[in-house]
T-cell receptor, first 112, second 112 residues
């Protein structure tokens, strides 16, 4: 069953611009995580935000969480060509077995 | 180097054959996971293990089997009962089931 839905499915920007990706989910969560995947590779964990947090920063990454709207956003500032990848949100639903549920991802292309 | 490894990187199988994918971690993590990823899709959970000698079915366990005899190892067998096994398989581990996951590089399985 799919919990998180990323939006947009694909995003193409120029180097130096900011990239914003959104994730909506259906049920209450313990935490929400963002991962990055380069083509044909494994996923890399970027950031985890707990349900009682509203915003977290890590370098050029900023994640927000709005539990009332059941949504999260990932902002990458001053994007670089090396940021080109697919980005996935994953939710840890409350009341379940703490399994992560992944969305289908946003494919980001940063053009030099 | 600490990390999580998967082998082989590419695997070809004839229809009707069972095949085992390897996953090893030296991060001293209790929890391990197997996911399947199809083109343009998110990850779907096949099996997970919270601790050695224990494992649970995920969302798409049919046609797959696992074992967790050692903390470091979580092999996945794709059996002939899996009707559509061609996919990218990702193994992950985490300190506990409540922590962020670390992924291996993946195994691409193709059924000929």
């Amino acid at each position: 069953s799919q919990q998180g839905e990323e939006d947009p499915q694909a995003l193409s920007i120029q180097e130096g611009e900011n990239a914003t990706m959104n994730c909506s989910y259906k049920t209450s969560i313990n935490n929400l995580q963002w991962y990055r995947q380069n083509s044909g590779r494994g996923l890399v964990h970027l950031i985890l935000i707990r349900s009682n947090e509203r915003e977290k920063h890590s370098g050029r990454l900023r994640v927000t969480l709005d539990t009332s709207k059941k949504s999260s956003s990932l902002l990458i500032t001053a994007s670089r060509a090396a940021d080109t990848a697919s980005y996935f949100c994953a939710t840890s639903p409350q009341g379940g077995s703490e399994k992560l549920v992944f969305g289908k991802g946003t494919k980001l292309t940063v053009n030099p | 180097d600490g990390g999580i490894t998967q082998s082989p990187k590419y695997l070809f199988r004839k229809e009707g054959q069972n095949v085992t994918l390897s996953c090893e971690q030296n991060l001293n993590h209790d929890a391990m996971y197997w996911y399947r990823q199809d083109p343009g899709q998110g990850l779907r959970l096949i099996y997970y293990s919270q601790i050695v000698n224990d494992f649970q079915k995920g969302d798409i366990a049919e046609g797959y089997s696992v074992s967790r005899e050692k903390k470091e190892s979580f092999p996945l067998t794709v059996t002939s009962a899996q009707k559509n096994p061609t996919a990218f398989y990702l193994c992950a581990s985490s300190l506990t089931i409540y922590n962020e996951q670390f992924f291996g590089p993946g195994t691409r399985l193709t059924v000929l």
